[in-house]
């Protein structure tokens, strides 16, 4: 009789916590503070042109420049926590990006270390927030996109950083973005499409591939789901004294050696399309340069 007094009472107390887990899933709500954080402020964005990035960033002549940029029409706020010292920037952004999981949120771009560009024109120049010029070595950025029920569109940006006396923050900025903006990446094709993310490559007989855990875990999560594809194209620079087909082959032997590396990880070799594109794919992008491997992700 007591047990199933205890679970009549139980069942509802259930029931909440579940529509609370619903809830706080929900994009249109602020994500949830990474719990070993503390806010240290505040800021309300409303602007018919907010800028936000979809790729690495650069300074030329105090101009910002990127290949993916837009100024948008938004509604948001911007949140800055100081992560504890017994915790790491690397478990708040795997936090943020559980919560990105739960809503079904689109990961638009991501990028770490280097290859965001420099942090302090992300922190002064994007952010306006001094605080966040840290490391150029030890930052990540990501933007994602979200549809809420009311068709409403919204977008999470997550950039964390450690300064130079180890202190680690974490920007948030979650954005209402008006009808009509055209968000770049965002729409029912790009869905599909995830990538490219670039793996840069050395040696000959043997491979060392220069990719971030994050950016591995990200290929085998998204391979998890039934009928997704992973394309890796590959690219070789032509040296001086190289032929063409010379080139092609170093492409060739380094894009299977990767395939068998994610066929360990989970990402089966029924699952990879391999395309080399050796010495002829010609890219103005700096980070698409030389001897990689560009992997692509195709959902069904």
Same mark, same amino acid.
């Given at each position: 009789?007591?047990?199933?007094?205890?679970?009549?009472?139980?069942?509802?107390?259930?029931?909440?916590?579940?529509?609370?887990?619903?809830?706080?899933?929900?994009?249109?709500?602020?994500?949830?503070?990474?719990?070993?954080?503390?806010?240290?402020?505040?800021?309300?964005?409303?602007?018919?042109?907010?800028?936000?990035?979809?790729?690495?960033?650069?300074?030329?002549?105090?101009?910002?420049?990127?290949?993916?940029?837009?100024?948008?029409?938004?509604?948001?706020?911007?949140?800055?926590?100081?992560?504890?010292?017994?915790?790491?920037?690397?478990?708040?952004?795997?936090?943020?990006?559980?919560?990105?999981?739960?809503?079904?949120?689109?990961?638009? @771009?991501?990028?770490?270390?280097?290859?965001?560009? $420099?942090?302090?024109?992300? #922190?002064?120049?994007?952010?306006?927030? =001094? +605080? /966040?010029?840290?490391?150029?070595?030890?930052?990540?950025?990501?933007?994602?996109?979200?549809?809420?029920?009311?068709?409403?569109?919204?977008?999470?940006?997550?950039?964390?950083?450690?300064?130079?006396?180890?202190?680690?923050?974490?920007?948030?900025?979650?954005?209402?973005?008006?009808?009509?903006?055209?968000?770049?990446?965002?729409?029912?094709?790009?869905?599909?499409?995830?990538?490219?993310?670039?793996?840069?490559?050395?040696?000959?007989?043997?491979?060392? @591939?220069?990719?971030?855990?994050?950016?591995?875990? $990200?290929?085998?999560?998204? #391979?998890?789901?039934?009928?997704?594809? =992973? +394309? /890796?194209?590959?690219?070789?620079?032509?040296?001086?004294?190289?032929?063409?087909?010379?080139?092609?082959?170093?492409?060739?032997?380094?894009?299977?050696?990767?395939?068998?590396?994610?066929?360990?990880?989970?990402?089966?070799?029924?699952?990879?399309?391999?395309?080399?594109?050796?010495?002829?794919?010609?890219?103005?992008?700096?980070?698409?340069?030389?001897?990689?491997?560009?992997?692509?992700?195709?959902?069904?």
């Amino acid at each position: 009789m007591l047990k199933s007094l205890f679970t009549r009472r139980l069942a509802p107390i259930l029931g909440l916590l579940a529509l609370s887990s619903v809830l706080q899933a929900a994009p249109e709500e602020m994500p949830e503070a990474f719990e070993q954080s503390t806010l240290e402020d505040t800021v309300s964005i409303e602007s018919s042109g907010h800028l936000v990035l979809f790729s690495p960033v650069r300074e030329v002549n105090n101009e910002i420049r990127s290949e993916s940029l837009a100024r948008l029409p938004v509604a948001g706020e911007g949140r800055l926590y100081r992560i504890a010292r017994d915790s790491s920037r690397e478990e708040a952004r795997d936090h943020y990006l559980g919560l990105l999981r739960q809503r079904n949120a689109q990961i638009l @771009f991501e990028c770490s270390s280097i290859r965001c560009g $420099r942090s302090n024109v992300w #922190a002064n120049q994007i952010f306006n927030q =001094a +605080v /966040l010029y840290g490391r150029d070595a030890t930052q990540d950025y990501l933007i994602a996109g979200a549809v809420a029920e009311d068709g409403s569109r919204w977008l999470t940006l997550v950039y964390t950083v450690t300064r130079g006396n180890l202190r680690e923050y974490v920007w948030v900025e979650h954005l209402r973005v008006e009808p009509g903006a055209t968000i770049p990446g965002f729409g029912s094709v790009a869905n599909r499409v995830d990538g490219p993310i670039i793996v840069p490559w050395q040696g000959g007989i043997t491979y060392r @591939f220069d990719w971030q855990a994050t950016d591995r875990r $990200r290929v085998t999560d998204l #391979a998890r789901e039934e009928g997704t594809v =992973a +394309v /890796l194209l590959g690219y070789s620079e032509l040296a001086a004294d190289e032929s063409f087909t010379d080139a092609m082959e170093r492409a060739r032997q380094a894009t299977e050696s990767l395939a068998e590396v994610l066929s360990k990880t989970g990402v089966s070799r029924d699952q990879q399309e391999i395309i080399i594109v050796g010495p002829a794919g010609v890219f103005n992008d700096p980070d698409r340069q030389g001897d990689r491997v560009e992997v692509v992700v195709i959902s069904r």
